[in-house]
């Protein structure tokens, strides 16, 4: 039997991947697969807990507009990160730091 | 049987998360990140979201990963030179700080897990009682699609319209400028 704390503990642990590939990484695309890791734990626990709701299949609707904004994330963050290439010459967040020209 | 599967999928999703966060290669982790993703969608179908996992396969491997390689790929060769550490070491050295941060947040999200199983909340138990829980052979699909319809269509409305300004906005954004 499954049970929802096994789902819990899995996307706890996926989260704290995520959570130390943001802290740690120095590269702008491995944070933006941190933040897609992260929001895939959210999106589990979304489902784990949508399985007890079948009059409204809130879970697994919510899972769904989850992978919607995930998606438009990835899309414009994947934009901004290529400018800022084009402008700096480099995406390691640490040496980014002016926002005007 | 069916726990060993779940065992199976959850250590999978688990190790090729690790491996695509501790990898020095850049494009290898984006293809690693493919066994992290399927595996989730695996995981998803334990919590009988057939739905899900299939969205999950088509927007996020079919759609964002592809994206993401595009992205790294078409992007300058400096680009990929810049990521190749100095030290040829296959996995890189953790970060003290963000590893112990990172540690301490899982160990306190265990422990809140494990004080929070005893007293499971009221609208599960309730809707336990009702037997009120999706069964294996209901039919999620066109219920899904009956609740997008009419339950939820105002949210429905409103992250179609966020999708097409998102959409619009990252066109916009990764234009090249000076062409008018």
Known sequence: ?101 | MEELLFYAFAALAISSALLVVSLKNTARALFLFFVTLFAMAGLFLFALADFVAITQILVYVGGVLILMIFAFMLSNKELLKDLQSTSSRFIAMPNIQSLLLSIAFLALMTYGIIAWQQQTPEWIMQNIKMNQVIQPTDNNISQLGVKFMTYYILPFEVISIFLLMALIGASQLSRKEGDE
């Not at chain 1, 999106?43 to 992978?67: P, R, T």
Request: proline share 1%; charged share 10%.
């Open chain 1, 1 to 101: 039997m499954i049970t929802l704390t096994h789902f819990l503990v899995v996307s706890a642990c996926i989260f704290c991947i995520g959570l130390y590939a943001i802290l740690a990484k120095r590269n702008a695309i491995m944070i933006l697969v941190g933040i897609e890791l992260m929001i895939n734990a959210a999106i589990l626990n979304f489902v784990a807990f949508g399985k007890y709701d079948k009059l409204h299949y809130g879970g697994q609707i919510f899972a769904l507009f989850a992978i919607v904004l995930a998606a438009a994330a990835v899309a414009v963050g994947l934009a901004i990160i290529l400018n800022v290439y084009r402008h700096y010459k480099t995406i390691n967040p640490d040496h980014i730091t002016d926002l005007r020209d």
